[in-house]
Protein backbone atom coordinates (compact mmCIF):
# COMPACT_ATOMS: atom_id res chain seq x y z
CA UNK A 1 0.00 0.00 0.00
CA UNK A 2 1.62 3.07 -0.83
CA UNK A 3 -1.19 5.53 0.50
CA UNK A 4 -4.41 5.69 2.52
CA UNK A 5 -7.28 7.94 2.67
CA UNK A 6 -10.65 7.22 3.42
CA UNK A 7 -11.93 10.26 4.73
CA UNK A 8 -15.04 10.90 1.57
CA UNK A 9 -17.92 9.02 0.93
CA UNK A 10 -16.17 8.20 -2.69
CA UNK A 11 -13.41 6.44 -1.28
CA UNK A 12 -12.67 3.26 -3.35
CA UNK A 13 -14.72 -0.02 -2.87
CA UNK A 14 -16.45 2.29 0.29
CA UNK A 15 -13.32 0.66 2.03
CA UNK A 16 -9.77 2.91 0.93
CA UNK A 17 -8.11 4.43 -1.75
CA UNK A 18 -4.22 2.86 -1.68
CA UNK A 19 -3.51 3.38 -4.84
CA UNK A 20 -4.70 6.75 -6.41
CA UNK A 21 -7.96 8.84 -4.95
CA UNK A 22 -10.99 8.49 -7.00
CA UNK A 23 -10.98 12.36 -7.23
CA UNK A 24 -7.33 12.17 -8.32
CA UNK A 25 -5.26 13.07 -5.36
CA UNK A 26 -1.77 11.00 -5.90
CA UNK A 27 0.13 9.10 -3.83
CA UNK A 28 2.43 11.70 -2.58
CA UNK A 29 0.10 14.25 -2.08
CA UNK A 30 -2.13 12.02 -0.15
CA UNK A 31 1.32 10.93 2.09
CA UNK A 32 2.40 14.92 2.47
CA UNK A 33 -1.11 15.64 3.69
CA UNK A 34 -0.87 12.77 6.32
CA UNK A 35 2.60 14.32 7.06
CA UNK A 36 0.85 17.72 7.11
CA UNK A 37 -2.11 16.05 9.63
CA UNK A 38 1.03 14.65 11.88
CA UNK A 39 3.00 17.97 12.03
CA UNK A 40 -0.08 19.65 13.12
CA UNK A 41 -0.45 17.57 15.51
CA UNK A 42 2.88 18.55 17.29
CA UNK A 43 2.15 22.16 16.70
CA UNK A 44 -0.56 21.32 18.82
CA UNK A 45 1.51 19.95 21.50
CA UNK A 46 3.43 22.78 21.56
CA UNK A 47 1.18 25.21 21.22
CA UNK A 48 -1.12 23.62 24.31
CA UNK A 49 2.29 23.60 26.29
CA UNK A 50 2.83 27.66 25.63
CA UNK A 51 -0.74 27.84 26.54
CA UNK A 52 -0.22 26.35 29.48
CA UNK A 53 2.68 28.31 31.17
CA UNK A 54 0.39 31.37 29.97
CA UNK A 55 1.74 32.38 26.65
CA UNK A 56 -1.54 31.77 24.58
CA UNK A 57 -0.55 32.33 20.86
CA UNK A 58 -3.69 32.75 18.21
CA UNK A 59 -1.35 31.99 15.40
CA UNK A 60 -1.36 27.76 16.68
CA UNK A 61 -4.83 27.97 16.15
CA UNK A 62 -4.83 30.35 12.39
CA UNK A 63 -1.97 27.89 11.13
CA UNK A 64 -3.61 24.45 12.24
CA UNK A 65 -7.01 25.47 10.88
CA UNK A 66 -5.59 26.54 7.25
CA UNK A 67 -3.56 23.20 7.30
CA UNK A 68 -6.60 21.15 8.19
CA UNK A 69 -8.39 23.12 5.47
CA UNK A 70 -6.18 22.22 2.95
CA UNK A 71 -6.54 18.36 3.19
CA UNK A 72 -10.21 18.07 3.02
CA UNK A 73 -11.46 16.29 -0.27
CA UNK A 74 -11.20 18.23 -3.25
CA UNK A 75 -9.46 21.27 -2.04
CA UNK A 76 -5.79 21.42 -2.69
CA UNK A 77 -3.81 19.03 -4.59
CA UNK A 78 -0.28 20.73 -5.06
CA UNK A 79 2.44 19.13 -3.13
CA UNK A 80 4.88 22.43 -3.11
CA UNK A 81 1.79 24.17 -1.20
CA UNK A 82 1.45 20.76 1.25
CA UNK A 83 5.20 21.17 2.14
CA UNK A 84 4.96 24.66 2.43
CA UNK A 85 2.19 24.23 5.02
CA UNK A 86 4.79 21.06 6.78
CA UNK A 87 7.44 23.23 7.18
CA UNK A 88 5.56 26.22 7.89
CA UNK A 89 4.16 24.21 10.78
CA UNK A 90 7.42 22.64 12.11
CA UNK A 91 8.91 26.13 12.02
CA UNK A 92 5.79 27.24 14.59
CA UNK A 93 6.56 24.72 16.41
CA UNK A 94 10.02 25.20 16.96
CA UNK A 95 9.69 28.63 17.87
CA UNK A 96 7.47 27.39 20.65
CA UNK A 97 8.74 24.30 21.85
CA UNK A 98 12.38 26.32 22.71
CA UNK A 99 10.24 29.16 24.61
CA UNK A 100 8.50 26.11 26.83
CA UNK A 101 11.97 24.30 27.25
CA UNK A 102 13.14 27.39 28.29
CA UNK A 103 10.75 28.04 30.58
CA UNK A 104 9.84 24.08 32.34
CA UNK A 105 13.16 22.10 30.99
CA UNK A 106 11.27 18.47 32.01
CA UNK A 107 8.72 19.03 29.83
CA UNK A 108 11.50 18.34 26.72
CA UNK A 109 12.08 14.58 28.27
CA UNK A 110 8.23 14.25 28.47
CA UNK A 111 7.82 15.09 25.04
CA UNK A 112 5.34 12.56 22.78
CA UNK A 113 6.94 11.13 19.71
CA UNK A 114 4.52 13.30 17.35
CA UNK A 115 5.63 16.30 18.92
CA UNK A 116 9.41 14.89 17.93
CA UNK A 117 8.49 13.03 14.65
CA UNK A 118 8.05 15.78 12.63
CA UNK A 119 10.32 16.25 10.26
CA UNK A 120 12.74 19.06 10.05
CA UNK A 121 13.75 21.70 7.36
CA UNK A 122 15.39 19.65 4.87
CA UNK A 123 14.12 16.12 5.43
CA UNK A 124 12.67 13.95 3.04
CA UNK A 125 8.89 14.64 3.71
CA UNK A 126 7.84 11.58 1.61
CA UNK A 127 9.98 9.72 3.46
CA UNK A 128 8.67 10.50 6.66
CA UNK A 129 5.23 10.51 5.31
CA UNK A 130 5.19 7.21 5.24
CA UNK A 131 5.85 6.61 8.62
CA UNK A 132 3.18 8.50 9.91
CA UNK A 133 -0.06 7.45 7.95
CA UNK A 134 -3.61 6.17 9.14
CA UNK A 135 -3.05 2.66 9.26
CA UNK A 136 0.15 3.51 11.86
CA UNK A 137 -2.87 2.86 14.48
CA UNK A 138 -3.34 -0.83 14.82
CA UNK A 139 -6.72 -1.03 16.79
CA UNK A 140 -9.68 -0.73 14.53
CA UNK A 141 -11.82 1.12 16.60
CA UNK A 142 -9.24 3.32 18.02
CA UNK A 143 -8.31 4.53 14.48
CA UNK A 144 -11.94 5.00 13.55
CA UNK A 145 -12.54 7.15 16.60
CA UNK A 146 -9.41 8.96 15.97
CA UNK A 147 -9.96 9.48 12.25
CA UNK A 148 -13.78 10.51 12.91
CA UNK A 149 -12.31 12.95 15.20
CA UNK A 150 -9.85 14.13 13.53
CA UNK A 151 -12.02 14.07 9.75
CA UNK A 152 -15.51 16.12 12.17
CA UNK A 153 -12.12 18.68 13.10
CA UNK A 154 -11.21 18.74 9.36
CA UNK A 155 -14.59 20.13 8.84
CA UNK A 156 -14.87 22.12 11.50
CA UNK A 157 -11.58 23.93 10.95
CA UNK A 158 -13.01 24.90 7.19
CA UNK A 159 -15.95 26.69 8.90
CA UNK A 160 -13.51 28.46 11.18
CA UNK A 161 -11.27 29.57 8.49
CA UNK A 162 -14.22 31.28 6.69
CA UNK A 163 -14.80 32.48 9.82
CA UNK A 164 -11.14 34.07 10.11
CA UNK A 165 -11.40 35.43 6.54
CA UNK A 166 -13.55 37.91 7.30
CA UNK A 167 -12.57 38.90 10.84
CA UNK A 168 -14.22 36.45 13.16
CA UNK A 169 -12.25 34.22 15.74
CA UNK A 170 -13.23 32.41 19.20
CA UNK A 171 -10.37 31.20 20.66
CA UNK A 172 -12.59 28.01 22.45
CA UNK A 173 -12.55 26.60 18.80
CA UNK A 174 -8.92 26.94 18.50
CA UNK A 175 -8.40 25.97 21.90
CA UNK A 176 -10.90 22.71 21.40
CA UNK A 177 -9.14 22.21 17.79
CA UNK A 178 -5.65 21.87 19.74
CA UNK A 179 -7.08 19.25 21.76
CA UNK A 180 -8.89 17.39 19.53
CA UNK A 181 -5.40 17.11 18.13
CA UNK A 182 -3.26 16.16 20.65
CA UNK A 183 -5.97 13.39 22.16
CA UNK A 184 -5.08 11.50 18.75
CA UNK A 185 -1.81 10.91 19.97
CA UNK A 186 -2.62 9.57 23.05
CA UNK A 187 -4.16 6.37 24.53
CA UNK A 188 -7.39 7.54 25.25
CA UNK A 189 -10.23 4.52 26.60
CA UNK A 190 -12.96 4.55 23.64
CA UNK A 191 -15.34 6.13 26.27
CA UNK A 192 -13.10 9.65 26.07
CA UNK A 193 -12.22 8.88 22.31
CA UNK A 194 -16.08 9.16 21.82
CA UNK A 195 -16.36 11.74 24.54
CA UNK A 196 -14.15 14.74 22.16
CA UNK A 197 -16.30 13.06 19.04
CA UNK A 198 -19.29 14.17 20.79
CA UNK A 199 -17.56 17.35 22.30
CA UNK A 200 -16.02 18.34 18.51
CA UNK A 201 -20.36 18.46 17.66
CA UNK A 202 -20.68 21.18 20.47
CA UNK A 203 -18.01 22.84 18.89
CA UNK A 204 -19.04 22.44 15.24
CA UNK A 205 -22.23 24.02 16.70
CA UNK A 206 -20.49 26.70 17.68
CA UNK A 207 -18.28 27.38 14.63
CA UNK A 208 -21.09 27.56 12.35
CA UNK A 209 -22.80 30.08 14.97
CA UNK A 210 -19.88 31.96 14.27
CA UNK A 211 -19.78 31.38 10.77
CA UNK A 212 -23.17 32.62 10.49
CA UNK A 213 -22.75 35.75 12.36
CA UNK A 214 -20.00 36.85 10.10
CA UNK A 215 -21.57 36.66 6.78
CA UNK A 216 -24.70 38.22 8.12
CA UNK A 217 -23.24 40.83 9.80
CA UNK A 218 -20.56 41.15 6.69
CA UNK A 219 -23.21 40.75 4.21
CA UNK A 220 -26.60 41.10 5.65
CA UNK A 221 -29.16 38.25 6.11
CA UNK A 222 -30.23 35.98 3.01
CA UNK A 223 -33.14 36.90 1.13
CA UNK A 224 -36.00 34.74 -0.88
CA UNK A 225 -34.71 35.46 -4.56
CA UNK A 226 -35.06 33.82 -8.30
CA UNK A 227 -31.77 33.34 -9.84
CA UNK A 228 -31.42 33.14 -13.34
CA UNK A 229 -29.56 29.71 -15.11
CA UNK A 230 -29.27 31.34 -18.66
CA UNK A 231 -26.35 33.52 -19.86
CA UNK A 232 -25.75 37.17 -21.08
CA UNK A 233 -23.78 38.13 -24.31
CA UNK A 234 -20.98 39.75 -22.14
CA UNK A 235 -17.53 37.82 -21.49
CA UNK A 236 -17.99 36.18 -17.66
CA UNK A 237 -15.93 34.88 -14.90
CA UNK A 238 -17.63 31.92 -13.17
CA UNK A 239 -16.70 31.29 -9.66
CA UNK A 240 -16.84 28.42 -7.56
CA UNK A 241 -15.99 27.01 -3.83
CA UNK A 242 -17.34 28.70 -0.57
CA UNK A 243 -15.42 32.32 -0.39
CA UNK A 244 -17.75 35.00 0.36
CA UNK A 245 -15.01 37.57 0.44
CA UNK A 246 -13.49 36.71 -2.67
CA UNK A 247 -16.96 37.00 -4.46
CA UNK A 248 -17.20 40.42 -2.31
CA UNK A 249 -14.14 41.56 -3.95
CA UNK A 250 -14.65 39.90 -7.52
CA UNK A 251 -17.96 41.74 -7.90
CA UNK A 252 -16.21 45.17 -6.88
CA UNK A 253 -13.25 44.56 -9.19
CA UNK A 254 -15.13 43.61 -12.13
CA UNK A 255 -17.68 45.85 -11.68
CA UNK A 256 -18.03 48.75 -15.12
CA UNK A 257 -15.45 46.48 -16.59
CA UNK A 258 -18.25 45.26 -19.30
CA UNK A 259 -17.40 41.26 -17.75
CA UNK A 260 -20.12 39.63 -16.07
CA UNK A 261 -19.96 37.19 -12.85
CA UNK A 262 -21.36 34.06 -12.76
CA UNK A 263 -21.78 31.37 -9.63
CA UNK A 264 -20.97 27.90 -9.87
CA UNK A 265 -21.87 24.84 -7.52
CA UNK A 266 -21.89 26.17 -3.49
CA UNK A 267 -21.55 29.92 -4.58
CA UNK A 268 -24.99 30.03 -6.09
CA UNK A 269 -26.50 31.52 -2.40
CA UNK A 270 -23.77 34.38 -3.15
CA UNK A 271 -27.47 35.78 -4.80
CA UNK A 272 -29.17 35.40 -1.60
CA UNK A 273 -27.19 37.83 0.10
CA UNK A 274 -28.23 42.12 0.13
CA UNK A 275 -24.59 42.94 0.15
CA UNK A 276 -24.06 40.90 -3.37
CA UNK A 277 -27.66 41.48 -5.02
CA UNK A 278 -27.36 44.78 -6.05
CA UNK A 279 -24.68 44.18 -8.91
CA UNK A 280 -26.24 44.39 -11.89
CA UNK A 281 -23.34 42.58 -13.04
CA UNK A 282 -23.58 39.43 -11.27
CA UNK A 283 -25.53 38.09 -14.02
CA UNK A 284 -27.16 34.54 -12.85
CA UNK A 285 -25.35 30.74 -11.49
CA UNK A 286 -24.07 28.36 -14.81
CA UNK A 287 -24.77 24.32 -14.14
CA UNK A 288 -24.94 22.11 -11.69
CA UNK A 289 -22.70 20.54 -8.76
CA UNK A 290 -18.97 20.24 -8.62
CA UNK A 291 -18.67 17.51 -10.19
CA UNK A 292 -19.67 18.11 -13.58
CA UNK A 293 -17.39 20.81 -13.75
CA UNK A 294 -15.56 19.37 -16.55
CA UNK A 295 -18.09 20.47 -18.88
CA UNK A 296 -19.21 23.07 -17.38
CA UNK A 297 -15.98 24.50 -17.05
CA UNK A 298 -14.92 23.93 -21.06
CA UNK A 299 -18.01 25.39 -22.07
CA UNK A 300 -18.47 28.69 -19.86
CA UNK A 301 -15.63 29.89 -22.35
CA UNK A 302 -14.17 32.49 -19.61
CA UNK A 303 -11.61 32.35 -16.61
CA UNK A 304 -13.05 30.22 -13.59
CA UNK A 305 -12.16 31.33 -9.99
CA UNK A 306 -11.99 28.11 -7.24
CA UNK A 307 -12.16 29.43 -4.24
CA UNK A 308 -12.29 26.43 -2.39
CA UNK A 309 -13.20 22.90 -2.82
CA UNK A 310 -14.86 20.82 -4.95
CA UNK A 311 -11.68 20.37 -7.40
CA UNK A 312 -11.96 17.65 -9.83
CA UNK A 313 -9.33 17.14 -12.09
CA UNK A 314 -8.61 19.65 -13.99
CA UNK A 315 -9.03 19.42 -18.16
CA UNK A 316 -6.98 20.69 -20.71
CA UNK A 317 -9.72 22.33 -22.37
CA UNK A 318 -9.98 25.15 -19.55
CA UNK A 319 -6.42 24.80 -17.45
CA UNK A 320 -5.43 28.07 -19.09
CA UNK A 321 -8.48 30.16 -17.62
CA UNK A 322 -8.44 28.14 -14.48
CA UNK A 323 -7.42 30.24 -11.43
CA UNK A 324 -7.30 29.20 -7.64
CA UNK A 325 -6.88 30.88 -4.68
CA UNK A 326 -6.80 30.65 -0.82
CA UNK A 327 -6.69 27.49 0.60
CA UNK A 328 -7.52 25.36 -3.15
CA UNK A 329 -4.52 24.46 -4.92
CA UNK A 330 -4.01 22.54 -8.18
CA UNK A 331 -0.58 21.92 -9.82
CA UNK A 332 0.38 24.07 -12.90
CA UNK A 333 -2.23 26.11 -12.55
CA UNK A 334 -2.62 29.77 -11.63
CA UNK A 335 -3.07 30.76 -8.27
CA UNK A 336 -4.39 34.69 -7.18
CA UNK A 337 -2.36 35.02 -3.81
CA UNK A 338 -3.76 36.01 -0.43
CA UNK A 339 -4.79 39.65 0.48
CA UNK A 340 -2.09 42.02 1.95
CA UNK A 341 -3.32 43.78 5.05
CA UNK A 342 -5.61 46.10 4.28
CA UNK A 343 -5.81 45.53 0.66
CA UNK A 344 -7.91 43.13 -1.53
CA UNK A 345 -6.79 40.40 -3.73
CA UNK A 346 -6.05 40.98 -6.82
CA UNK A 347 -8.43 39.60 -9.58
CA UNK A 348 -7.28 41.28 -12.47
CA UNK A 349 -5.25 38.65 -14.39
CA UNK A 350 -9.01 37.16 -14.41
CA UNK A 351 -10.79 40.04 -15.48
CA UNK A 352 -8.18 40.71 -18.51
CA UNK A 353 -8.32 37.68 -19.68
CA UNK A 354 -12.30 37.42 -19.57
CA UNK A 355 -12.17 40.27 -22.06
CA UNK A 356 -10.47 38.60 -24.52
CA UNK A 357 -12.49 35.64 -24.00
CA UNK A 358 -16.40 34.83 -25.49
CA UNK A 359 -19.64 35.01 -23.59
CA UNK A 360 -20.19 31.44 -22.09
CA UNK A 361 -22.53 28.88 -23.63
CA UNK A 362 -25.94 28.59 -22.83
CA UNK A 363 -26.86 25.31 -21.00
CA UNK A 364 -30.05 26.02 -19.66
CA UNK A 365 -32.79 29.09 -19.31
CA UNK A 366 -34.67 28.98 -16.25
CA UNK A 367 -34.93 30.00 -12.35
CA UNK A 368 -33.65 29.02 -8.97
CA UNK A 369 -35.45 30.28 -6.25
CA UNK A 370 -33.37 29.99 -3.28
CA UNK A 371 -32.60 32.37 0.26
CA UNK A 372 -34.14 30.81 3.08
CA UNK A 373 -32.04 31.28 5.55
CA UNK A 374 -33.18 31.43 9.40
CA UNK A 375 -34.17 35.00 9.23
CA UNK A 376 -36.35 34.82 6.56
CA UNK A 377 -38.00 31.77 6.91
CA UNK A 378 -38.87 32.88 10.69
CA UNK A 379 -40.25 35.79 9.28
CA UNK A 380 -42.72 33.90 8.00
CA UNK A 381 -42.77 31.51 11.05
CA UNK A 382 -46.74 32.48 11.79
CA UNK A 383 -47.74 31.36 8.16
CA UNK A 384 -45.32 27.98 8.46
CA UNK A 385 -47.32 26.86 12.10
CA UNK A 386 -50.62 27.62 10.61
CA UNK A 387 -49.72 25.48 7.29
CA UNK A 388 -48.65 22.99 9.95
CA UNK A 389 -51.57 23.23 12.13
CA UNK A 390 -54.17 23.43 9.61
CA UNK A 391 -52.60 19.72 8.23
CA UNK A 392 -51.65 21.91 4.63
CA UNK A 393 -47.76 21.05 5.64
CA UNK A 394 -47.45 17.40 7.20
CA UNK A 395 -43.73 16.96 7.10
CA UNK A 396 -40.53 18.67 6.91
CA UNK A 397 -37.62 16.73 5.49
CA UNK A 398 -34.15 18.09 6.00
CA UNK A 399 -31.96 17.13 3.13
CA UNK A 400 -29.03 19.41 3.26
CA UNK A 401 -25.23 17.91 2.29
CA UNK A 402 -22.84 17.22 -0.44
CA UNK A 403 -23.71 15.55 -4.14
CA UNK A 404 -21.62 13.53 -5.78
CA UNK A 405 -20.70 11.77 -9.00
CA UNK A 406 -22.21 8.43 -8.01
CA UNK A 407 -25.37 7.19 -9.67
CA UNK A 408 -26.65 5.85 -6.22
CA UNK A 409 -27.08 9.48 -5.41
CA UNK A 410 -30.37 9.43 -7.74
CA UNK A 411 -31.95 8.42 -4.73
CA UNK A 412 -31.82 11.99 -3.44
CA UNK A 413 -33.84 12.98 -6.23
CA UNK A 414 -36.41 10.02 -6.28
CA UNK A 415 -36.74 10.73 -2.35
CA UNK A 416 -37.77 14.51 -3.66
CA UNK A 417 -40.30 13.46 -6.17
CA UNK A 418 -41.68 10.45 -4.19
CA UNK A 419 -42.57 13.10 -0.98
CA UNK A 420 -46.32 13.07 -0.25
CA UNK A 421 -47.04 16.96 -1.95
CA UNK A 422 -47.54 18.13 1.61
CA UNK A 423 -44.24 18.24 2.53
CA UNK A 424 -41.23 20.69 2.74
CA UNK A 425 -37.62 19.74 1.92
CA UNK A 426 -35.72 21.66 3.72
CA UNK A 427 -31.75 22.05 2.12
CA UNK A 428 -28.36 23.44 2.37
CA UNK A 429 -24.83 22.42 0.62
CA UNK A 430 -24.87 21.07 -3.05
CA UNK A 431 -26.65 17.92 -2.67
CA UNK A 432 -29.86 20.19 -3.60
CA UNK A 433 -28.58 20.45 -7.10
CA UNK A 434 -29.76 16.67 -7.19
CA UNK A 435 -34.12 18.34 -6.88
CA UNK A 436 -33.88 22.00 -7.12
CA UNK A 437 -34.49 22.21 -10.56
CA UNK A 438 -37.68 20.23 -10.30
CA UNK A 439 -40.87 21.78 -10.42
CA UNK A 440 -42.46 20.57 -7.11
CA UNK A 441 -44.59 22.85 -6.56
CA UNK A 442 -45.59 24.84 -3.18
CA UNK A 443 -47.84 24.73 -0.31
CA UNK A 444 -49.77 27.92 -0.16
CA UNK A 445 -46.84 29.97 -1.39
CA UNK A 446 -44.49 28.42 0.81
CA UNK A 447 -41.97 26.65 -1.99
CA UNK A 448 -41.33 23.07 -1.17
CA UNK A 449 -37.88 23.30 -1.57
CA UNK A 450 -36.54 25.74 1.10
CA UNK A 451 -33.00 26.16 0.15
CA UNK A 452 -31.13 27.91 3.55
CA UNK A 453 -27.49 27.99 1.23
CA UNK A 454 -24.33 26.53 1.13
CA UNK A 455 -22.86 23.62 3.38
CA UNK A 456 -21.71 26.02 5.63
CA UNK A 457 -25.15 27.72 5.96
CA UNK A 458 -26.31 24.29 7.57
CA UNK A 459 -26.33 25.98 11.12
CA UNK A 460 -29.58 27.92 9.91
CA UNK A 461 -31.58 24.48 9.19
CA UNK A 462 -30.31 23.89 13.18
CA UNK A 463 -31.59 27.60 14.07
CA UNK A 464 -34.95 26.63 12.32
CA UNK A 465 -35.74 23.13 13.57
CA UNK A 466 -34.85 24.48 17.27
CA UNK A 467 -37.20 27.47 16.13
CA UNK A 468 -39.97 25.68 15.15
CA UNK A 469 -39.71 23.61 18.20
CA UNK A 470 -40.16 27.09 20.06
CA UNK A 471 -43.35 27.69 18.14
CA UNK A 472 -45.14 24.25 18.71
CA UNK A 473 -43.89 24.56 22.49
CA UNK A 474 -42.52 20.89 22.07
CA UNK A 475 -39.53 19.17 24.47
CA UNK A 476 -37.17 17.91 22.15
CA UNK A 477 -36.48 18.80 18.31
CA UNK A 478 -37.64 14.93 17.85
CA UNK A 479 -41.23 15.80 18.95
CA UNK A 480 -41.51 18.01 15.21
CA UNK A 481 -42.75 16.37 12.03
CA UNK A 482 -39.21 16.87 10.57
CA UNK A 483 -36.85 13.90 9.32
CA UNK A 484 -33.54 13.94 7.97
CA UNK A 485 -32.15 12.34 5.10
CA UNK A 486 -29.10 13.82 4.48
CA UNK A 487 -26.58 13.36 1.97
CA UNK A 488 -22.82 13.46 2.66
CA UNK A 489 -19.54 13.39 0.79
CA UNK A 490 -16.59 15.50 2.38
CA UNK A 491 -15.57 16.50 5.92
CA UNK A 492 -17.84 19.43 6.42
CA UNK A 493 -20.53 17.13 6.08
CA UNK A 494 -19.43 15.30 8.82
CA UNK A 495 -19.00 18.34 11.28
CA UNK A 496 -22.55 18.59 10.14
CA UNK A 497 -23.70 15.51 11.20
CA UNK A 498 -21.48 15.55 14.53
CA UNK A 499 -23.39 18.90 15.53
CA UNK A 500 -26.94 17.79 14.80
CA UNK A 501 -25.63 14.46 17.28
CA UNK A 502 -24.71 17.40 19.97
CA UNK A 503 -28.14 19.31 18.76
CA UNK A 504 -29.95 15.90 20.05
CA UNK A 505 -30.93 14.75 16.26
CA UNK A 506 -32.01 11.22 16.57
CA UNK A 507 -33.17 8.73 13.52
CA UNK A 508 -31.01 10.43 10.62
CA UNK A 509 -30.67 8.73 7.79
CA UNK A 510 -27.31 8.98 6.17
CA UNK A 511 -26.37 8.26 2.62
CA UNK A 512 -25.59 6.84 -0.67
CA UNK A 513 -23.26 4.94 1.96
CA UNK A 514 -22.42 5.09 5.45
CA UNK A 515 -18.70 5.98 6.45
CA UNK A 516 -15.80 3.55 5.29
CA UNK A 517 -13.56 5.47 8.77
CA UNK A 518 -16.70 4.16 10.92
CA UNK A 519 -15.32 0.61 12.35
CA UNK A 520 -18.64 -1.77 12.46
CA UNK A 521 -18.37 -1.11 16.88
CA UNK A 522 -17.89 2.71 15.90
CA UNK A 523 -20.77 2.62 13.72
CA UNK A 524 -22.81 0.57 16.66
CA UNK A 525 -22.09 3.30 19.36
CA UNK A 526 -23.95 5.78 16.71
CA UNK A 527 -26.83 3.32 16.10
CA UNK A 528 -27.22 2.56 19.21
CA UNK A 529 -27.24 5.93 20.90
CA UNK A 530 -28.76 7.89 17.61
CA UNK A 531 -30.42 5.62 15.86
CA UNK A 532 -28.56 6.82 12.92
CA UNK A 533 -29.90 4.81 9.45
CA UNK A 534 -28.56 3.72 6.15
CA UNK A 535 -30.63 5.22 3.75
CA UNK A 536 -32.43 2.23 1.96
CA UNK A 537 -34.83 2.11 -1.04
CA UNK A 538 -36.82 5.09 -2.18
CA UNK A 539 -40.39 3.99 -1.23
CA UNK A 540 -39.47 2.37 1.91
CA UNK A 541 -37.55 5.18 3.34
CA UNK A 542 -40.58 7.79 2.18
CA UNK A 543 -42.95 5.81 4.16
CA UNK A 544 -40.97 5.24 7.21
CA UNK A 545 -40.27 9.23 6.89
CA UNK A 546 -43.96 9.83 7.36
CA UNK A 547 -44.72 7.68 9.65
CA UNK A 548 -42.10 9.18 11.72
CA UNK A 549 -39.39 6.67 11.47
FE1 LIG B 1 -10.10 8.66 -1.88
FE2 LIG B 1 -11.83 10.49 -0.99
FE3 LIG B 1 -9.36 10.38 0.01
FE4 LIG B 1 -9.80 11.27 -2.49
S1 LIG B 1 -10.46 12.23 -0.55
S2 LIG B 1 -8.18 9.85 -1.82
S3 LIG B 1 -11.49 9.90 -3.11
S4 LIG B 1 -10.96 8.82 0.20
FE1 LIG C 1 -20.39 20.31 -1.97
FE2 LIG C 1 -17.83 19.86 -2.43
FE3 LIG C 1 -19.84 19.03 0.24
FE4 LIG C 1 -20.35 22.50 0.27
S1 LIG C 1 -18.92 21.58 -3.03
S2 LIG C 1 -21.21 20.68 0.08
S3 LIG C 1 -19.25 18.41 -1.71
Not at 243 to 257: I, P, S, Y
Not at 295 to 303: I, L, Q
Not at 315 to 321: A, L, N, T
Amino acid sequence: MSMFCFQCQETAKNQGCTVRGVCGKQEPTANLQDLLIHTLKGLAIAGKKADELGRYDREVGRTIIRGLFATITNANFDDAVISRLILEAVAQRDTLRKECEAKDATWAQKLHDAATWAPKKGEDLQVKALLVGIPSEPNEDVRSLQQLLIIGLKGIAAYADHALVLGYEDDAIYRFIVDGLISTTQKLSVDEMVGMVLKAGEIAVTTMALLDKANTETYGSPEITKVSTGVRRNPGILISGHDLKDMDELLQQTEGTGVDVYTHGEMLPCHYYPAFKKYKHLAGNYGGSWWLQDKEFASFNGPILLTTNCIIPVKDSYKDRFYTTGMAGWPGTKHIPDRKPRKQKDFSPLIAQAKKCAPPQELENGEIVGGFAHNQVMAVAGKVVEAVKSGAIKRFVVMAGCDGRQKSRNYFTEVAEALPKDTIILTAGCAKYRYNKLDLGDIGGIPRVLDAGQCNDSYSLAVIALKLKEAFGLESINDLPLSFDIAWYEQKAVAVLLALLHLGVKGIRLGPTLPAFLSPAVAKVLVDNFDIKPTGEVQADVEAMMAGK
